[in-house]
């Protein structure tokens, strides 16, 4: 690959500083673990070939990946590309007729090759969304390999008991000819494809230890360029092999944040608990919406009250994380619910304004690598947060995540330092503390 992206992915946790003046006295004093090496922040893009166009999607992502590549993305994940299923289909890309068949809606292979070509010269991974749980009904395995499927006591294939999912075949993993064929349809799109890994769709539905098999067969041909999703939250799932796994509820905790139910001191007991059992070089992807969220509950701006509530609680979740999601249609501050299933082609103009306010931020963001050689700190101030990432250099973002205008007062050590103000470009002195309106943030830079 050219330009090829190297990760380095150290697992980090988050302090709470919770003195209402943001000074030290609430500081851990035990001496700091974390390394003096600077590590790098991982941004994935979970692109929906749904709302890029009605034919052709693969090749309308490959016309969007300056602009993606400007939030900051490091991985590229494509939502199921490949031919879907039709008998007792809803529409879900998850249903999955051939895993080695791009879906002629969107493209074909050359059109694939040529996307993670083009991504991969501007230093970005893809990642191919796997679906191992099922397969649509009118998969040829069901016919050719009843033995595959899970059945019921008249010898009938069944869905998944319990989920509501009629228009898929759920797999049975105690055929051993089913996990070869899974790991070999893997295979293929490394081989065919040189894509760099998959996000593992309902990861906790399949054997763990058949992702363990099917992760170290990868390696032996991507070696550890290899980057694994897994959609779960067991952290069981990272001895399996798994760089990431998904931090579930750290969403709805912020959520919570938002609507007053809960303060910041409650985000950071759901951090705590949140990275237990993360081993070093691991991590939680985090977010603030999803295709499933935007489908089926809402979106991001009717969660966080406004679009400068949603781009708030981006930069919390972001600043808090060493891994944050962006899901396509949320830079452009899209307000309605967004189907997975069917076709809503976006107009990515929009709101210029708003995706500029993205992309400013993740700039700021992926510029704080050099410098996070110590752990991301989390402060209160009343319900004004602040979050220092970084070590003795780094950015410090100041929120306000309510509906009035707030006081916060800036952590005391971090007042008084020359920094850049992201908004304006201007050097400032970062002041004792400011008001902000109603969700508004302000970036500070310290170089």
């Known amino acids: 690959m050219n330009t090829r992206l190297k990760l380095t992915f150290i697992f980090s946790t988050v302090l709470l500083h919770l003195a209402t ?48 590549k400007e939030l900051g993305t490091d991985v590229l994940w494509l939502m199921p590309i490949y031919e879907q299923g039709q008998k007792n289909s809803v529409g879900s890309p998850y249903c999955v007729k051939n ?12 059109d694939l090759k040529n996307l993670v070509n083009a991504a991969h010269s501007k230093g970005m991974r893809v990642i191919l969304d796997w679906v191992a749980n099922h397969t649509a009904w009118d998969n040829a395995w069901t016919t050719e390999h009843k033995d595959w499927y899970t059945q019921n006591g008249k010898g009938e294939i069944i869905s998944p008991e319990g989920m509501g999912w009629s228009d898929v075949a759920d797999l049975n993993y105690n055929s051993q000819s089913l996990r070869t064929a899974m790991i070999d349809a893997m295979k293929y799109w490394i081989n065919e494809a040189d894509v760099d890994g998959f996000r593992c769709d309902y990861a906790e539905g399949v054997p763990e230890d058949f992702w363990s098999k099917a ?9 550890e360029e290899l980057f694994m999703l897994a959609e779960g939250n067991k952290s069981s799932l990272y001895n399996s092999g798994f760089d990431a796994v998904y931090s579930w509820n750290f969403v709805y905790t912020a959520e919570k944040v938002w609507s007053g139910s ?13 990275l237990a059992g993360v081993p070093d070089g691991a991590y939680r992807m985090r977010y603030i919406t999803s295709h499933d969220m935007t489908a089926n509950e809402h979106s991001p701006i009717s969660a966080f009250k406004s679009k400068d ?56 963001y992926k510029g704080i690598d050099p410098y996070r050689t110590a752990k ?27 509906g009035s205008d707030l006081q916060v007062k800036v952590p005391m050590e971090q007042a008084g330092k020359t920094a850049e103000e992201m908004s304006s470009g201007e050097k400032v002195t970062i002041p004792q503390a400011l008001t902000l309106k109603p969700y508004e943030y302000k970036i500070y830079i310290v170089k």
């Open 21 to 68: 003046g943001c000074s030290n006295s609430g500081k851990n004093d035990e001496p700091d673990p974390s390394p003096a090496e600077a590590r790098s922040s991982v941004v994935i893009y979970e692109a929906n070939p749904k709302v890029f166009a009605k034919t052709n999607a693969l090749q309308s992502i490959t016309g969007r990946l300056d602009e993606i």
């Open 309 to 364: 509530g949603a781009m708030a609680a981006f930069v919390l979740t972001a600043m808090m994380s060493d891994c944050v999601m962006i899901y396509s249609s949320q830079e452009i501050g899209y307000g309605k619910t967004l189907s997975f299933f069917n076709y809503n082609i976006l107009n990515w103009n929009d709101d210029k304004a708003y995706t500029e306010g993205y992309k400013k931020f993740m700039t700021a």
């Open 215 to 223: 992760i170290n067969e990868l390696k032996k041909i991507k070696g």
């Open 376 to 402: 991301p700190v989390l402060y209160q101030s009343g319900k004004g947060a602040a979050v220092w990432a970084g070590g003795e250099k780094g950015a410090l973002a100041v929120i306000n995540p309510t």
């Open 99 to 110: 895993y080695e068949k791009v879906n002629a809606e969107f493209g074909n292979l050359q």
């Open 262 to 274: 809960k303060s910041l001191s409650d985000l950071y007991s759901f951090q705590n608990s949140d």
